[in-house]
């Protein structure tokens, strides 16, 4: 993948997610309508672009901003009027929203076992039965298997399955209640 396909069109800084990792993530949203949610939103690249292309919509960006504080100055340069922010961990979120908020969630946050496991359980609360949940990394090798083992643990005894990937990010979709 060229680096080209990590820049975004009228943003500053980069996306950490390749441009049809970020296309699935648009369409998705597209698809499903409602509002979104992206777990560690770095420079908000990633957002605005899928915000772009999903006008009238929120986007709801999480992100501790612990280790790159100096995203925010990026995030903020970048924000179209439907991104909105939280800054903390996904948990604290759902402990304040309403079940089912979001249609469609993007977990690229904290990469480790425990902070996988924290954001997939948030998305349990915060995701419609009928969405969609977007894993970044669950393939890719520098993680070892935490993500697809915080995966295995909290969404397939939830009735989520994985449908299919793109690059390196698994989509979930759950089976209807018959
Ligand atoms: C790989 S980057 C996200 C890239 C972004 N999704 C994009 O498309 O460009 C990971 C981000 O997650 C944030 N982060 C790390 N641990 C986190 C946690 N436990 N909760 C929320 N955000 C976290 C980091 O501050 C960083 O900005």
Redesign the pocket.
């Given at each position: 993948m060229s680096i080209a396909a990590y820049r975004v069109v009228d943003t500053v800084g980069?996306?950490?997610?390749a441009r049809d990792e970020?296309q699935l993530f648009a369409d998705a949203w597209r698809e499903l309508g409602g509002r979104a949610m992206?777990?560690?939103?770095?420079?908000?690249?990633?957002?605005a672009e899928v915000c772009r292309a999903n006008p009238g919509r929120e986007l709801w960006c999480?992100?501790?901003?612990?280790?790159?504080p100096s995203?925010v100055s990026n995030w903020l340069a970048n924000q179209v009027d439907n991104m909105r922010l939280f800054v903390?961990?996904?948990p604290m979120l759902a402990a304040v929203l309403p079940k089912a908020f979001f249609h469609v969630a993007?977990i690229?946050?904290?990469?480790s076992y425990e902070?996988c496991k924290?954001?997939l359980e948030s998305c349990l609360h915060l995701v419609a039965p009928d969405g969609t949940i977007l894993v970044?990394?669950y393939t890719a090798k520098c993680f070892a298997d935490a993500i697809p083992v915080a995966c295995q643990e909290v969404l397939m005894p939830n009735g989520w399955t994985l449908e299919n990937s793109v690059g390196k990010t698994a989509c979930f979709r759950r089976e209807p209640a018959i």
């Open positions: 980069f996306s950490l997610i970020r992206e777990i560690g939103t770095f420079d908000g690249c990633t957002a999480v992100d501790t901003f612990q280790l790159f995203c903390g961990h996904s993007l690229d946050g904290g990469h902070a924290a954001d970044h990394d």
